[in-house]
């Protein structure tokens, strides 16, 4: 849910990435947090965390790239 695109942030200063997710099949960890420094052509992991509560801290590493893509996929134990 958030960010939602276009914000600026200084190099250094921690982003907080949300999410919802909702599944009865969840397993402990089910959401996958990555970024991307190339505009997509790969992806890093930023952290593997709980279904809730639906938010992360994250410092992004300055010296990647000045333009950063997040994702959040959930998967449950079916896959």
């Known amino acids: 849910t958030a960010p939602t695109g276009g914000e600026v942030r200084s190099f ?3 982003l907080t ?3 919802s997710a ?3 099949n969840f ?3 089910p959401i996958q947090l990555q970024y991307s420094d190339d505009g ?3 992806w890093s992991t930023i952290a593997t965390v709980a279904a809730t509560p639906g938010s992360y801290a994250w410092t992004a590493p300055s010296f990647a790239s ?3 893509q997040i994702r ?3 998967t449950d134990l079916a896959g």
């Open 12 to 14: 250094g200063g921690a």
């Open 17 to 19: 990435i949300t999410w």
């Open 22 to 24: 909702s599944d009865t």
């Open 27 to 29: 397993g402990t960890t």
């Open 40 to 42: 997509g052509g790969s």
């Open 66 to 68: 000045t333009t950063y």
């Open 72 to 74: 959040a996929t959930a």
